[in-house]
């Protein structure tokens, strides 16, 4: 069983950044596969980015060149830095932990790009 706890979210204007934190606890952190998702209301979730346990990323293309996902295994957290966030960016950002079958999510934590 893995509890994951997000954190970071809230109101930026266009252009600015935020960082969200996922952190885990609960099992071996460093050999899940972590991700974030978004989901706006109405609309299936999407994946943002992955990070294996062995470090490899994966990000959407909607998201390449603006944010990044990383991993300290020795805080048992996942992060993911927004930068140029657009206003499509607004969604409720979701933590995931996946190994083999067992996939586990975070509560989420809204993020709003407005002026």
């Known amino acids: 069983q893995v509890q994951l706890v997000e954190s970071g979210g809230g109101l930026v204007q266009p252009g600015g950044s935020l960082r969200l934190s996922c952190a885990a606890s609960g099992s071996i952190f460093s050999i899940y596969t972590m991700g974030w998702y978004r989901q706006a209301p109405g609309k299936q979730r999407e994946l943002v980015a992955i990070i294996t346990s062995g470090g490899s990323t994966n990000h959407a293309d909607s998201v390449k060149g603006r944010f990044t996902i990383s991993r300290d295994n020795a805080k048992n957290t996942v992060y993911l830095q927004m930068n140029s966030l657009k206003p499509e960016d607004k969604d409720v950002y979701y933590c995931?932990?996946?190994?083999?079958?067992?996939?586990?999510w975070g509560q989420g934590t809204q993020v709003t790009v407005s002026s």
């Open positions: 995931s932990a996946v190994l083999g079958r067992l996939n586990y």
